[in-house]
């Protein structure tokens, strides 16, 4: 079965520092990467995905994403965080299929980021 | 604005009881999935509805089920509530036209007692 790992729970950074938050995910097939942010009082929202193609991917407010298939890692990055990124953020996966992505998306737990200004 | 509604925001129930949520997709979208987030957890799908049939199921039990309507809304019907229940439950929609990523409503918190 598919499962995805966050590494960390909780993390806290003041502004201006660089961001990494750590995905990994067993499964043996082709696979869609997507990290989701959910900020205070919000809906999840879509950060970036990655689906083919460059394994670098770049999403929105200055947030990337590296896939290492090697590692069956999805590494979230920003250089340099804002207050307002203070947020929970989730990354999933799912099985590469002749169907639309985003069927039975599979979350990881979570890592809440707390940013000080 | 989310795009995608669901209703109620908050809802308590008693355990033994019955709970309808709904869901109005965004607009372009015909395909609803469902979750549950528990407190401190990530998502976890329940089930996925496209053409008013259940086309895909997590690891749920039967006392979970739903419906989509002709309009591409959709219900989540729990049975028998425990208090296990007691979660997030989150509406996605997308569209079955290409590589469509899930837009997620804002939940129902359903708390049961």
């Known amino acids: 079965a598919q499962s995805v790992s966050q590494h960390n729970h909780h993390v806290i950074l003041s502004e201006a520092a660089s961001l990494e938050l750590g995905c990994n995910y067993s499964?043996?097939?082709?696979?869609?990467l997507f990290w989701y942010v959910q900020y205070p009082g919000q809906h999840l929202q879509l950060l970036l995905k990655y689906f083919s193609g460059d394994p670098l991917v770049k999403g929105i407010k200055g947030f990337e994403a590296e896939f290492i298939k090697s590692k069956f890692s999805f590494n979230l990055r920003k250089p340099s965080v804002q207050w307002s990124d203070t947020a929970e953020y989730f990354c999933?996966?799912?099985?590469?299929?002749?169907?639309?992505?985003?069927?039975?998306?599979?979350f990881g737990k979570g890592t809440t980021l707390s940013v000080s200004s | 604005d989310a795009g995608v509604t669901q209703s109620p925001t908050h809802l308590i129930k008693t355990r033994g009881q019955q709970v309808t949520l709904r869901c109005s997709p965004k607009?372009?979208?015909?395909?609803v999935s469902w979750y549950q987030q528990a407190l401190g957890q990530g998502p976890q799908f329940i089930f996925q509805?496209?053409?008013?049939?259940?086309?895909q199921r997590g690891n749920f039990p039967d006392r979970f089920s739903g419906h989509q309507f002709p309009n591409y809304s959709s219900e989540l019907n729990v049975n028998a509530l425990l208090l296990g229940d007691s979660a997030l439950y989150l509406c996605?929609?997308?569209?079955?036209?290409?590589?469509?990523?899930?837009?997620f409503g804002n939940g129902t918190r359903l708390t049961v007692t």
């Open positions: 996605a929609s997308s569209s079955r036209q290409g590589r469509s990523p899930l837009h």
């Open positions: 999933a996966v799912n099985a590469e299929s002749s169907e639309q992505a985003g069927t039975a998306l599979i």
């Open positions: 607009s372009g979208h015909d395909t």
């Open positions: 509805y496209y053409e008013e049939e259940e086309r």
């Open positions: 499964y043996g097939g082709t696979v869609n």
